[in-house]
């Protein structure tokens, strides 16, 4: 029991007053005078009797009268926890999902998270345990079950908010395997979240069994966030060097606008350029900043978006190197003067990545041809003598890509099945109407993937007058047909390496392909996807895993990886290169014992769904792991922690102490009278 005004209860020194009235109280009596004692001397009368307690029942009403009023104006009031515990009877488990994801940085969300916690162990019976779990992404247990409130209040004390996303499904499941594993009847759940409604999806298996309950308090107050999400990078070449435009976008998903916002760009710490943007409610902005120079490698950069309630999603980190260029040798017969034209036109327009493009004759082909290219281009040629022997065979097996356009004079050896997509046969003309057309494409194939989305690429009027026929080999893959049904596109693999058979030309001779919008995107996804080219990303998220093995092969001593945070971890060479980004911010790895050598950096960010903070329906939630809905009135939400004022005046208890003490009063003196009618008889 507590109480609001615990200095009234000096008061009960007023239990003192009965006492000392029933031990001083003199009754009178009447006085009979005798003649012959008025010459005696007066001796004053004293009874032992007289100063004893003779009226017990009266002097315990009147104590305890007095009692119950000064603890009425004390005002006490019970723990709504500990009534509950009182109530049910018996030890309780309790698992308390405290959610200490990214989004509970919001304002003041985690401090009066971890008050609701610290309230829940407040309220834990002497024979009651309680498991703490941390949540985000995934869940742990932070403490084991234990009746030790000091313990799981310093546990609370010391959990962080993290850099994850917010998931429920781990939690409920580890909780839902810590009780189950309990001896105890009562069983419950308590999550305290800020309750994201991207934490909870249909897929999410968590069940409670029968007689498990689950409590929820919530945290949530406003959903109003101004955040970074994305950047993009346009490169370009100015005087030698590569320069690169950032172009940052911002979301507002606040009810009111953005406005005069501050947007920074920071480069190796140092600000480049400042914008002003407003953001309307609801809506999405981009600020591209002027372009700059990357001539190192790793560059470090911010983008910054003014102030909020949530401030990690208010900086976006990454990181820039200059794009290495793909080596390209294109092998012609040479027999005509323009027959790569398109495709060297093409290439040279590649900026991500660039493309380093050499046209050689089929007569001046070497085994030294293949050793320093990534993608071999046979144009409409007979394979040289230098690559039917076994440079070529290497060459794919250790990882290049090979792309045969097949026209007119074109050959491939059918003596190596796995560096052979088919089967080459004779020109079929399709001068007759309109031409073919490309009636299927593989849109799972990365080649073909970025065509996938409406409005991206037509090919359906591009024209194809004659094409090689081709039997493809029953390993190979056909990623385009004609309309006739006639292969366009066959993949094979050897070793590391890809061989893809185009069965017509990529110039103007037998299509009209290269005159269309759709020929530069193609040129440039089939060479990429041959050469295996993957940009390196500017950032990651929080929760990828990145392998470390190409810098462990590069590295030979170990190598050792600062966090964010500052935390040192050491890995030994020839180790697994696995590192789990949770952190926020920049990665720095270094070979192990160089201090002078400039580090390879990873930028990592906050999922961009983890700045959505609109909130799910908490009783649809309860619903689905119980089994059952959960009354209005058995939801704890709590926006702030309940004072002791608004649960004393919950209660109401001084009402009742204040007329228990006026009737033991009323019953006092009623006794009182009895009493004192009774002794004037006697």
């Known amino acids: 029991m507590s109480f609001l005004a615990p200095l009234v209860l000096a008061g009960l020194g007023a239990l003192a007053v009965p006492v000392l009235i029933h031990l001083i109280q003199r009754e009178r009596s009447r006085v009979v005078a005798f003649p012959s004692l008025m010459f005696l001397q007066r001796i004053p009368y004293q009874s032992v009797r007289r100063r004893r307690i003779r009226q017990w029942p009266l002097l315990l009403l009147r104590a305890t009268a007095i009692a119950l009023i000064v603890l009425a104006f004390a005002r006490p009031f019970f723990k709504q926890a500990s009534l509950a515990a009182a109530a049910a009877g018996g030890a309780k488990e309790v698992v308390i999902l405290l959610d200490h994801s990214a989004s509970m ?246 900026t991500t990545p660039a493309f380093q493009v050499e046209v050689v004759p089929a007569a001046r082909v070497t085994p030294a041809l293949f050793t320093k290219r990534a993608v071999v ?39 190596k099945p796995a560096l052979s997509p088919g089967l080459l046969g004779m020109p079929v003309d399709r001068l007759s109407g309109r031409g073919a057309t490309l009636g299927y494409l593989d849109y799972s194939h990365p080649v073909f993937d970025i065509f996938r989305a409406p409005r991206s690429g037509d090919f359906s009027a591009a024209r194809i007058f004659r094409y090689r026929a081709v039997q493809p080999n029953p390993a190979s893959r056909v990623l385009a047909r004609y309309d006739d049904g006639g292969a366009a596109a066959v993949e094979s693999r050897s070793g590391a390496g890809r061989v893809i058979l185009w069965t017509s030309t990529l110039d103007d001779t037998w299509t009209d392909l290269p005159t269309r919008p759709v020929y530069l995107p193609l040129v440039h996804q089939l060479v990429r996807y041959l050469a295996r080219y993957e940009e390196t990303p500017a950032w990651l998220t929080v929760g990828q895993v990145v392998d470390l093995a190409s810098a462990a092969a590069r590295i030979r001593t170990g190598r050792v990886v600062v966090s964010p945070a500052g935390t040192r971890t050491t890995q030994q060479a020839g180790a697994p290169g696995l590192l789990e980004l949770d952190e926020q911010g920049v990665y720095e790895i270094r070979s192990a014992g160089v201090t002078n050598a400039r580090p390879q950096l990873i930028a990592v960010n906050l999922d961009p769904a983890e700045s959505d903070l609109t909130p799910i329906d908490i009783p649809e939630l309860v619903a689905s792991v119980t089994g059952h809905a959960t009354p209005a009135s058995a939801e704890t939400v709590v926006p702030t922690t309940a004072t002791g004022e608004e649960t004393e005046q919950r209660q109401g208890l001084w009402w009742y102490l204040l007329f228990a003490g006026l009737l033991l009063l009323a019953a006092e003196t009623a006794l009182s009278n009895r009493l004192s009618r009774s002794a004037s008889v006697m």
Do not use: C
Not at 385 to 401: C, K, M, N, Y
């Open 105 to 350: 940085g919001y304002g003041d969300h985690w401090q009066r998270a971890k008050a609701a916690a610290r309230e829940v162990v407040a309220g834990l019976g002497a024979d009651d345990r309680a498991t703490l779990v941390l949540f985000g992404r995934n869940a742990e247990e932070a403490m084991r079950a234990t009746s030790d409130r000091a313990r799981l209040d310093a546990a609370i004390d010391a959990a962080r908010v993290a850099s994850d996303g917010t998931r429920f499904g781990p939690a409920l499941k580890l909780a839902d395997s810590i009780l189950s594993r309990s001896p105890v009847k009562r069983r419950e759940a308590v999550l305290i979240s800020d309750f994201q409604k991207i934490g909870w999806t249909s897929s999410d298996d968590a069940r409670f069994p029968q007689g498990t309950s689950l409590s929820t308090m919530s945290v949530a107050a406003d959903t109003a966030n101004l955040s970074v999400p994305s950047a993009t990078f346009a490169r370009s070449a100015f005087a030698g060097q590569e320069r690169v435009a950032v172009t940052a976008g911002l979301t507002n998903r606040g009810d009111y606008g953005a406005a005069n916002v501050p947007v920074v760009l920071a480069v190796d710490g140092h600000d480049l350029e400042t914008k002003v943007v407003t953001v309307a409610p609801h809506a999405s902005t981009a600020v591209t900043f002027a372009p700059f120079t990357v001539s190192d490698a790793y560059v470090r950069g911010t983008v910054r978006a003014g102030t909020d309630l949530l401030a990690a999603d208010n900086t976006l980190h990454f990181v820039l190197s200059p794009s290495a260029p793909v080596s390209v040798a294109i092998v012609d017969g040479g027999e005509r003067t323009n027959a790569t034209l398109y495709l060297k036109e093409a290439l040279a327009v590649g």
């Open 377 to 415: 281009i046979f144009n409409d040629t007979p394979l040289p003598t230098a690559a039917a022997g076994g440079a070529l065979e290497q060459f794919v097996d250790g990882g290049g890509g090979v792309l045969v356009v097949a026209g007119e004079r074109a050959s491939w050896p059918n003596d």
